[in-house]
């Protein structure tokens, strides 16, 4: 049940619409489709697309496996960079990654080859029966993990591979983090995020104990008592406040919060679908909830944002696809108000108008007008939870403060993913953070044995 919003109605999309919006947004490729587009690729020297690529897959390499059919190697050459590859190649923003950079994103050329979609047909199609990688020698070393979102999974899978034995404590009672709880649901569909965590389990070596939270289950002295290291890949737990009044009534919540339940249920018609909702935000996350709450069936969606597009972090090609879906977005508008019914519920927001100054600050102007919303998510950013942590990990700018090797402030102790400062948060940049960490993780107890 979605507390904030019980006493709205339920959706009154057909049943046929409804699977049509939440279904796989970029169907996969066939066969043949592969094979046309993978001769596209020009074999690049030294190649631009694998520059632009944070997880740094070697992607002629890949390509050219797959317009030689050798569809499992691709996808091994996948994986040994990126463990995830198959959820990076459905959610990653391509557009602003390797699809911008190669060399073939000309006007005169059409488009860019189709690098993600390549990157899904060959981990989709390749042969799993067997896991790809295999186990070093046991090195008798005990890593243990706090958090199986992206991060903490692909740190886990290189751990084990080097020979460690690895112990992640998840929170939540399914593995994956916001690939299970917060991706879009068209851009990961048939339970894909668990499929995925299972075929990475079968490296063997991991093991995964659900419903253990760091703080509440286990503490950090524990943790690094009874390991050789430790591995913090919490992500960001809490999402920021309007600071405004009345941010608890009745109509006013988080929109991870509500494409969580969106994402677990399995079904949609039992989720509450305001007539009309507000979302605050210019990211990722604002432009999920306002295509799927528009694809729900709220009729009038509001995308409203303090500064201009230019500034907004969700790129063009998803603002696009939340003005196609009539989502209506709205720059340079502060929200000032939460308007309540006579209620107590929410029936609106009041925005001041915003510009820059002469020295290029925001500040506010003396106009501002109203929109009615039964609905009011707030998608401004996500907060870490700090409170469960030793005082000698420092943080910075609300984050983990990590250095070149993802080591933290506190003596055997790393980070990586979204709860560190270093790079954007996308499920890509999580991903090689945990393989870094483990590499480095590997580095420093291999050069402790040593001695
Ligand atoms: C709504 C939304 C949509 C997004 N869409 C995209 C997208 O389309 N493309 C993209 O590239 N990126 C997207 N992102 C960003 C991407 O999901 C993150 O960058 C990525 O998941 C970060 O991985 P992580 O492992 O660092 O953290 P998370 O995925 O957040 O995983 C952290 C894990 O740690 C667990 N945990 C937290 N605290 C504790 C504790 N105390 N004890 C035990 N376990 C704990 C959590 O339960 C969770 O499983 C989106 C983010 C959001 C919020
Ligand atoms: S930049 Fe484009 S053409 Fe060149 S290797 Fe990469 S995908 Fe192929």
């Given at each position: 049940m979605i507390e904030p919003l019980k006493h709205l109605g339920t959706t009154q999309v057909q049943p046929e619409k409804l699977d049509a919006g939440f279904s796989d947004i970029?169907?996969?490729?066939?066969?043949?489709?592969?094979?046309?587009?993978?001769?596209?690729?020009?074999?690049?020297?030294?190649?631009?697309?694998?520059?632009?690529?944070p997880s740094d897959i070697?992607?002629?390499?890949?390509?050219?496996q797959i317009a030689q059919d050798n569809v499992d190697g691709a996808?091994?050459?996948?994986?040994?960079?990126?463990?995830?590859?198959?959820?990076?190649?459905?959610?990653?923003?391509?557009?602003?990654?390797c699809e911008q950079a190669c060399v073939r994103n000309k006007a005169e050329e059409c488009a860019p080859v189709l690098i993600g979609q390549l990157q899904?047909?060959?981990?989709?199609?390749?042969?799993?029966?067997?896991?790809?990688?295999?186990?070093?020698?046991?090195?008798?070393?005990?890593?243990?993990?706090?958090?199986?979102?992206?991060?903490?999974?692909?740190?886990?899978?290189?751990l084990a591979m080097?020979?460690?034995?690895?112990?992640?404590?998840?929170?939540?009672?399914?593995?994956?983090?916001?690939?299970?709880?917060?991706?879009?649901?068209?851009k990961m569909t048939n339970d894909f995020a668990q499929k995925e965590v299972e075929f990475l389990l079968g490296i063997g070596g991991i093991e995964i104990v659900h419903n253990s939270a760091l703080g509440r289950d286990i503490t950090l002295d524990q943790l690094k008592n009874d390991h050789d290291a430790v591995?913090?890949?919490?992500?960001?737990?809490?999402?920021r406040t309007l600071a405004l009044g009345h941010e608890d009534a009745p109509g006013v919540m988080p929109a991870v919060d509500y494409i969580r339940e969106l994402r677990s249920t399995?079904?949609?018609?039992?989720?509450?679908?305001p007539e009309s909702a507000v979302i605050i935000g210019a990211g990722n996350t604002a432009i999920d909830m306002a295509v799927q709450i528009k694809r729900l069936g709220a009729e009038e969606v509001h995308l409203v944002y303090r500064r201009g597009e230019e500034a907004m972090s969700a790129t063009d090609h998803e603002q696009a696809l939340a003005r196609d879906e009539g989502v209506q977005i709205r720059t340079w508008a502060r929200p000032e108000t939460i308007e309540l019914d006579n209620s107590g519920k929410v029936a609106g927001m009041r925005f001041v108008r915003t510009t820059l100054d002469e020295s290029g600050k925001l500040v506010d102007t003396d106009r501002s007008f109203s929109l009615n919303a039964q609905a009011i998510f707030k998608a401004i950013g996500q907060v870490m939870i700090t409170e469960d942590l030793d005082p000698a990990i420092e943080i910075s700018g609300g984050k983990l403060l990590v250095d070149e090797q993802l080591r933290t402030t506190l003596a055997g102790v790393y980070a990586g993913g979204d709860c560190t400062g270093t790079g954007q948060d996308l499920t890509?940049?999580?991903?090689?953070?945990?393989?870094?960490?483990?590499?480095?993780?590997?580095?420093?107890?291999?050069?402790?044995?040593?001695k």
């Open positions: 970029a169907p996969p490729l066939s066969k043949r489709q592969a094979a046309l587009e993978s001769e596209r690729c020009l074999y690049c020297y030294d190649a631009p697309c694998v520059n632009a690529c070697d992607i002629p390499e890949f390509i050219r996808a091994k050459t996948i994986w040994s960079e990126n463990i995830l590859g198959g959820s990076c190649a459905r959610v990653c923003p391509t557009e602003i990654l899904r047909y060959a981990t989709d199609n390749a042969d799993k029966s067997a896991h790809p990688f295999q186990r070093a020698q046991a090195s008798g070393k005990r890593v243990a993990i706090v958090g199986a979102g992206p991060a903490g999974l692909a740190a886990a899978h290189r080097l020979g460690h034995d690895v112990v992640i404590h998840e929170a939540q009672p399914k593995s994956g983090g916001l690939n299970e709880y917060g991706i879009a649901r068209y591995f913090l890949a919490i992500g960001l737990g809490s999402t399995n079904d949609l018609n039992t989720l509450p679908v890509v940049e999580a991903v090689q953070q945990g393989k870094k960490a483990a590499e480095s993780i590997h580095q420093d107890l291999m050069a402790a044995g040593d």
